[in-house]
């Protein structure tokens, strides 16, 4: 079955420091992935998803399929990136999205 | 445009009643997904609904079940609610395109159910 996993559920850094939240997942296909953001008292967003190889907000990501990993890096933490984060997956269009548990981040000024 | 707007914000019921939520959805889409999103937990898939008919469903039991009108809005309802059910139950819209890189899900802010 396919399955998302993060496995660090707290994450703290200083501000200026890197970061990178982890993220690994199942699927024998070729999935779409995202990584979601979820501020304080504001709705689940997208932050950014493999296909579009964006760098949102100083956030990148790269699909590593040889590890099956998606891990969420960004050079230099704000305090504002102090948020909850969920990595996911869709294996086709008008798929479900299977959502990990999520990390969240806390960034220490 | 108001984005997925989900009615009512905050729901207290008692076990063994059944409950009604509302979802809108973004404007121009015509997919819409429920998620239960328990305390400490990523969202999990309840059902997709597409063209009034449930598309795709998750691992949920039959208590819960849904609908889909045909201005794109969608209801979800739980029956004979358990302590369980307490969760923040997600609403995501998308325009079904036929193509995964552009079926991107835009999320409500959730409706809070406390079955007491």
């Known amino acids: 079955a396919q399955r998302v996993t993060q496995p660090e559920k707290l994450l703290s850094v200083f501000k200026g420091a890197p970061v990178e939240l982890k993220c690994n997942y199942s699927?024998?296909?070729?999935?779409?992935l995202f990584w979601y953001v979820q501020y304080s008292r504001q709705r689940l967003q997208l932050l950014l998803r493999?296909?579009s190889r964006e760098s949102i907000k100083g956030f990148t990501a790269d699909l590593n399929k040889g590890e099956t990993s998606f891990h969420l890096k960004k050079p230099f933490a704000q305090e504002e990136d102090s948020a909850m984060y969920y990595c996911a997956l869709m294996r086709t269009s008008y798929d479900k999205v299977i959502f990990g548990p999520g990390t969240s981040l806390s960034v220490i000024p | 445009d108001a984005g997925v707007t989900q009615s009512p914000t905050h729901l207290i019921k008692t076990r063994g009643q059944q409950v009604t939520l509302r979802c809108s959805p973004k404007?121009?889409?015509?997919?819409v997904s429920w998620y239960q999103q328990a305390l400490g937990q990523g969202p999990q898939f309840i059902f997709q609904?597409?063209?009034?008919?449930?598309?795709q469903r998750g691992n949920f039991p039959d208590r819960f079940s849904g609908h889909q009108f045909p201005n794109y809005s969608s209801e979800l309802n739980v029956n004979a609610l358990l302590l369980g059910d307490s969760a923040l139950y997600l609403c995501a819209s998308s325009l079904f395109t036929g193509t995964v890189s552009t079926d991107t899900q835009y999320f409500g802010p959730g409706t809070r159910l406390t079955v007491l």
């Open positions: 609904y597409y063209e009034e008919e449930e598309r």
């Open positions: 404007s121009g889409h015509d997919t």
């Open positions: 699927y024998s296909g070729s999935p779409e």
């Open positions: 493999h296909i």
